[in-house]
């Protein structure tokens, strides 16, 4: 049985999407999994997952390491003695984490269910009803949202409720992505605030 939609007609379709996505699109934030590195200053538990509260070194190598660290990195502490107790530089963690996060441009629709507006509401008790946003984007950027930990959207972090999903024809058109609001609007955030007397 032959395909009833041409490669052409598809590839006339994908541009066509892409060019509307570029169009009307707005950047948001994607953060990715964050990067563990073992604490340099002290010793780290597989066991408990934590630091031991020991340091590795005496104190005479934690200054002289930590003079040496400022050199090529001025005003950041990396190495710092201590007897016993909480690591003053992964704070007992074991492990330093480095956040990564990267801009999207991606079509927002918040509360796609209210056709009329596509805004976040504020009234005297809040953000009203804008709990849920759809995105959608290129689907290059599938592996970035699956393995994401959360998202910055206008302002407002969300958490995805589900799997990120291709549309279109060829399932290769668009990449929507189904999102909730984790955070409340910030008090710099255009909210208007009403006092009652």
């Known amino acids: 049985m032959r395909n009833r939609i041409s490669s052409k007609t598809k590839e006339k379709f994908r541009k ?7 169009g009307f ?8 999994q964050p990067i563990k590195n073992e604490c340099p200053n002290c010793y ?6 934590n630091s031991t ?3 590795k070194w005496t104190l005479e190598e934690a200054l002289q390491k930590q003079a040496s660290w400022e050199i090529l990195n001025p005003n950041q502490t990396h190495y710092r003695w201590f007897n016993n107790g909480r690591c003053p530089i992964c704070r007992g963690q074991g492990y330093l984490t480095v956040e990564r996060k990267t801009y999207i441009d991606c079509v927002v629709t918040w509360d796609p269910s209210r056709s009329y507006s596509n805004t976040m509401t504020y009234t005297p008790a809040g953000a009203e009803g804008s709990t849920v946003v759809i995105l959608k984007t290129n689907p290059q950027y599938y592996d970035l949202f699956k393995n994401s930990t959360s998202l910055v959207i206008d302002g407002i972090e969300c958490k995805m409720s589900k799997a990120p999903i291709l549309r279109g024809l060829g399932t290769q058109a668009v990449l929507i992505i ?11 955030s ?8």
Not at 16 to 22: A, D, G, T
Not at 178 to 188: G, L, Q, R, Y
């Open 178 to 188: 189904t999102a909730f609001t984790t955070d409340k609007p910030k008090i710099d």
């Open 44 to 49: 780290f538990d597989k066991l408990t997952g």
């Open 190 to 197: 255009g909210e208007i605030i009403k006092e009652y007397i």
């Open 53 to 55: 509260g020991k340091c």
């Open 25 to 32: 699109s707005r950047k948001i934030i994607v953060y990715k």
């Open 16 to 22: 066509s999407i892409r060019n509307v996505l570029k």
